[in-house]
């Protein structure tokens, strides 16, 4: 560690793009308060009280300056927005074939689900050169997952799903902390990303022990919560077949349509009331407080798991 | 607000005057942003919610709230009168017309009362016996800003009542005589507190009841 | 002309009945002096002790929680009974009325209520503090400050509500004042800027601090009453209550710095012995200021799950809102060029916002961008580019004001070296403190940790000996201010050759202003070649 870090490590290709946008700003920044500076100085020691410098007033034209400063202000200033908006849609955009990773933050700690059962706490192994997509939940408090290294950063509210997606490029271990105030530890609520080359990454998820799929253990949880007594067919209740479902659209009672996405699946789970699909009753109980965030991410990853295979994971 | 001493910062009665009038529109200003918000809240959850927030909305008593926007109205009706009958250099006429204007803000107020009450039996009021298990959460949140907001209003209405009733008492008293700023003020001050209910009732009351 | 024996504000009458009932403006802006003075302290020792703490990177004080409540406290101390009341309560309340030749405010008695209830709020928040404190941060993120946190919320909150009221009144007279009080002559483009900043400063406070109101009412019920509003036990929504501070929070901030820039533009002029450049441009750029600061809060929630389409725009609006600040920063420059130059302390407080607020600025549009913020939002970069607004700019243009009317007010003169020496001290003690914060940010830090990764010390402990330097220069002016009243040389009516109504008065003014209401004849700051001409025509 150098005694005076300047910069956090660099591990995607979309941090450098960051890197590109922030050090530019800085030189804009930079030329600005620079020229700030220098008139500043410049007219304190020639225009100070005593000097015989020529004072005959040759700036009565204001407006002009006024208004060619004003433009040339405006017209930079919309640029950076544009620039900055441009990269940040990228993060809005995650790929079809994402790794996902269900995560889940309660005081203090992150709990990392991968779809095959391998659990963490505070801590998170990637696979570098691969789209990871992860899927957010919080317990309690609002908390944010912060990874400096690859320059992202997403709040997680508790009542709903944020996703957040990345492509780690750069092998290593990075820092991950917790970046909304949650209470008493909030410092403490970090740890580390691992990034590892995919061989190793594939040793690591067998070196973890056998354990069932995510999209496994959500299918017994499926069964406990008894949702494949009106789910499947042969149940006594009248209830859509979720084969097949998730990813692709579905009629809502008062005429709109959805996609059936991880958001879709668990609001429909806690709140089964206030999206009905259409041509159905709406006597689907609530199982609000009764379902961990852990067992809904183990759900949503069954309904994914059973939904149409040529969408692929998405 | 006295009309005929002349404060020492002002140089004729008409600036006293005038600048009281613009004081009372830049509060009026500020309550529009206190009520707004608390509006603009409702709306979001409104929105968000859907029908879900309008059955909640069907609990309220629309037979007694329309009552009360009837008597609302005709108060501020009383009161422009009050505010007219003064001007016209009468003593007896402003003091009834603010009496009636403060007896139908009291009318309102029992009537309200009587809502609360009648929400209270049927289990309507957060935080004190609301019937999660049969209404749900929503409509909680529903009654905790029909709540506030009618309460909130309420605390308007009656801080307008006692100023209704010290103008009466002033001018009957012969304590305060034409030409100033103050019955005038105070009438804005009860027709603002009205225009807020006008908004509230609709947004409350009348949600999803097209049929 | 100036006769020991007349009387002055001050010395008209002495008893404390007739301080604490005062409806004299100049009283009233003394006795607000007073409160954010103490305020400031507290804030300030929070302050400190945060900055001991962060020496190391395990804990150094105590507790976690001990500093959860510190930075809690600062923030809620500095932001709502320091900086917010600080210039418009003071020079406004003191020079506002002389600059327009009015006698007071429209409403002084409502003045007094104001100052009532402002020190009632501060010490409701002091008694939460007492008692114990509270951890939410003062932004009272939800659903933790409603239904997790332990403390003395409902307390602080209500002290905060209280004061609220007082900014709402404040405001609510600055603008009935100025509309309807102006002496004869003086038309609203004979204003001087200090007069329409405070102007703009008071439509936001007047419209946007009711909706803090309502704001903290709802968080009351919700935490008072067990009910989730914006909690998602019941299906509330916590972004809300986020949309809703920042509607205020945002212009809020704008509340602290346009006195600032105000204070600038009277203090430019002067000490240029010129006129401000483009007095039209920098007039509107205040307006501009008060009315795009209202559409652009959703950049603090870039990051806590708002719709793409609400960043995006207010990205951009963000970026349009900091061309007016720009404008202004050069038209300052531009007074200066061609002028006669005076680095009394007035002018050293202006160079430094200058520098300091511009630095602010641009870092505020590296926040701007999207993609950035995503990166530094919640990172002491935005510690480091809010404070160096708020220190370096706001705090800043405060001490410039505070020396420029200083002899106005207290009818001395303290030592000028002194205050140079204090004004540079305080510069570069701000810079150490808080330059490393940036890089801070960018490496990663998070705000409001007490412990964090020991590769960050370094950073820290530069910072926080910057503080030490800091606290030595603002903790100066104490000592040479005291010596001035007690022994400093008196003040002429106009030490500086300034133009403005309130330097043709005595210094101290005589409680009602001026013997004479004074008759404008032309705009302020206008200058014969380095000499001033007066604002009103019947002065010598």
Redesign the interface.
């Known amino acids: 560690?150098p005694?005076?870090?300047?910069?956090?490590p660099t591990a995607s290709a979309y941090a450098s793009?960051?890197n590109f946008?922030?050090v530019s700003?800085?030189v804009?920044?930079g030329l600005?308060?620079g020229l700030?500076?220098y008139?500043?100085l410049f007219?304190?020691n020639k225009?100070?009280?005593?000097s015989n410098?020529?004072?005959?007033?040759?700036?009565k034209k204001?407006?002009r300056?006024?208004v060619s400063?004003?433009v040339a202000?405006?017209l930079i200033?919309?640029g950076?927005?544009g620039?900055?908006?441009?990269?940040?849609?990228k993060?809005?955009n995650p790929p079809a074939d994402a790794l996902q990773i269900f995560i889940v933050g309660k005081?203090w700690m992150w709990k990392a689900q991968h779809p095959g059962g391998q659990r963490e706490i505070n801590a998170l192994h990637v696979p570098a050169g691969q789209d990871v997509r992860l899927v957010m939940a919080s317990q309690?408090?609002?908390h944010?997952f912060?990874i400096?290294?690859l320059?992202?950063?997403?709040?997680v509210?508790?009542?709903?799903y944020?996703t957040m997606w990345f492509r780690a490029d750069k092998v290593g271990r990075y820092?991950l902390?917790?970046?909304?105030?949650?209470?008493?530890?909030?410092?403490?609520m970090g740890g580390w990303i691992t990034v590892m080359n995919p061989r190793e990454y594939a040793d690591w998820l067998q070196a973890q022990g056998g354990q069932q799929t995510l999209a496994a253990q959500g299918e017994q949880l499926f069964r406990r919560y008894g949702c494949s007594g009106c789910h499947e067919p042969g149940g006594t209740v009248r209830a859509p077949n979720l084969h097949g479902v998730f990813g692709g659209p579905v009629p809502l009672s008062?005429g709109s349509v959805v996609i059936a996405d991880e958001r879709y699946v668990r609001d429909s789970i806690l709140?089964p009331?206030?999206q009905v699909a259409a041509g159905y009753a709406p006597v689907m109980p609530t199982f609000e407080g009764q379902v961990s965030e852990d067992d809904l991410a183990k759900l949503v990853a069954y309904i994914e798991f059973i939904g149409p295979t040529t969408s692929g994971g998405r | 607000m006295s009309d005929r001493a002349l404060g020492f910062q002002y140089g004729t009665l008409a600036q006293q005057r005038e600048t009281a009038t613009l004081g009372m529109w830049a509060f009026l200003a500020t309550e529009v942003l206190f009520f707004g918000a608390l509006i603009a809240a409702y709306l979001n959850y409104r929105i968000w919610f859907g029908q879900e927030f309008i059955a909640a909305a069907s609990l309220t008593k629309v037979v007694l709230g329309t009552a009360n926007t009837a008597v609302l109205l005709t108060s501020s009706a009383c009161m422009a009168m009050a505010v007219t009958t003064f001007d016209a250099g009468s003593k007896r006429a402003p003091v009834l017309w603010l009496s009636a204007t403060g007896l139908l803000g009291l009318v309102f107020i029992v009537i309200k009362a009587t809502e609360w009450w009648l929400e209270y039996q049927e289990h309507l009021v957060p935080a004190l016996n609301f019937d999660l298990a049969r209404h749900g959460g929503v409509a909680e949140i529903f009654f905790v800003f029909y709540f506030c907001a009618t309460g909130l209003h309420a605390l308007h209405l009656l801080i307008g009542i006692s100023l209704v009733t010290w103008l009466a008492v002033r001018i009957g008293s012969g304590r305060l005589q034409p030409g100033g700023s103050t019955t005038r003020l105070i009438g804005l001050y009860w027709h603002f507190v009205d225009i807020v209910w006008i908004f509230l009732f609709p947004l409350i009351y009348l949600a999803g009841r097209n049929a | 002309m100036h006769a020991p024996r007349e009387q002055t504000y001050l010395s008209a009458t002495v008893d404390i009945r007739s301080w604490l009932l005062t409806t004299d403006h100049k009283r009233i802006a003394l006795l607000y002096f007073a409160g954010i003075t103490f305020f400031f302290f507290i804030g300030g020792i929070a302050a400190t002790l945060i900055r001991f703490e962060l020496i190391t990177p395990g804990p150094t004080l105590g507790s976690p929680d001990f500093y959860n409540r510190l930075f809690t406290m600062h923030g809620i101390i500095m932001v709502w009974f320091f900086l917010i009341p600080s210039i418009p309560t003071t020079m406004g309340n003191f020079i506002l009325p002389m600059m327009i030749g009015a006698r007071d405010l429209a409403f002084p008695r409502l003045n007094l209520a104001s100052w009532y209830l402002y020190m009632s709020g501060g010490l409701i928040t002091i008694a939460a503090l007492l008692l114990g404190g509270l951890d939410t941060g003062w932004t009272f993120y939800e659903p933790y400050s409603t239904f997790y946190a332990t403390g003395y919320v409902i307390l602080a909150v209500f002290g905060i509500f209280v004061a609220g009221f007082s900014s709402i009144l404040t405001g609510l007279n600055f603008i009935v004042t100025v509309h309807k009080l102006r002496a004869p002559g003086m038309t609203w483009y004979r204003l001087p800027v200090f007069v329409w900043s405070t102007y703009a400063t008071s439509i936001i406070l007047v419209l946007a601090t009711p909706v803090l109101a309502m704001t903290l009412l709802m968080l009351l019920a919700e935490r008072v009453l067990h009910v989730g509003i914006f909690s998602p036990q019941l299906g509330g929504d916590p972004i809300l209550f986020q949309h809703m501070f920042w509607f205020y929070s945002h212009p809020a901030v704008y509340i602290m710095i346009l006195p600032s820039m105000g204070v600038i533009s009277e203090v430019v002029p002067v000490f240029s012995s010129k006129p401000l450049f483009g007095y039209y441009f920098v007039v509107w750029c205040s307006i501009a200021i008060a009315a795009i600061g209202f559409l652009v809060w959703g950049h603090h929630m870039f990051v806590a799950g708002q719709s793409l389409y609400a960043s995006l725009a207010f990205s951009f609006l963000s970026y349009l809102v900091a061309v007016p600040s720009a404008i202004k920063v050069f038209n300052w420059i531009a007074t200066m060029h061609e002028g006669w130059i005076r680095f009394d302390a007035p002018m050293l407080y202006a160079f430094g916002f200058i520098g300091l607020f511009t630095i602010g600025g641009l870092t505020g549009l590296m926040l701007a961008a999207l993609a950035v913020d995503v990166h530094v939002t919640d990172t002491y970069f935005v510690v480091a580019h809010f404070h160096y607004i708020m220190v370096g700019g706001a705090v800043m243009g405060f001490f410039a004001g505070l020396h420029y009317w200083w002899p106005k007010i207290s009818g001395r003169l303290y030592p000028d070296y002194w205050a140079r020496f204090a004004a540079i001290l305080a510069f570069f003690g701000f810079n150490l403190t808080f330059f490393p914060q940036f890089i801070l940010g960018y490496l990663g830090m998070p705000r409001r940790y007490q412990s964090y990764p020991p590769e960050f010390q370094i950073w820290h402990v530069l910072s926080s000996a910057g503080a030490s330097i800091l606290a030595v220069g603002y903790a100066l002016p104490i000592f040479y201010f005291a010596w001035s009243i007690l022994r400093g040389p008196r003040a002429s009516a106009n030490p500086w050759g300034a133009t403005g109504l309130e330097w043709t008065t005595r210094s101290p003014p005589p409680p009602e202003n001026f013997a004479k209401t004074p008759t404008v004849v032309r705009p302020p700051y206008q200058y014969d070649r380095g000499k001033p001409c007066m604002q009103a025509g019947d002065v010598r």
Do not use: N
Not at chain 1, 151 to 155: A, E, N
């Open positions: 560690m005694a005076f870090p300047w910069w956090p793009q960051i946008l922030f700003l800085l804009i920044a600005t308060i700030v500076f008139l500043l007219f304190a225009y100070r009280h005593g410098a020529d004072r005959s007033g040759t700036t204001t407006w300056f006024e400063w004003t202000t405006l200033f919309v950076l927005a620039w900055g908006a441009d990269i940040y849609l993060l809005y005081q309690d408090v609002i944010s912060f400096p290294a320059r992202i950063k997403q709040d509210v508790p009542g709903r944020e820092h902390f917790c970046a909304e105030y949650c209470g008493t530890d909030h410092a403490h008062d709140d009331k206030a």
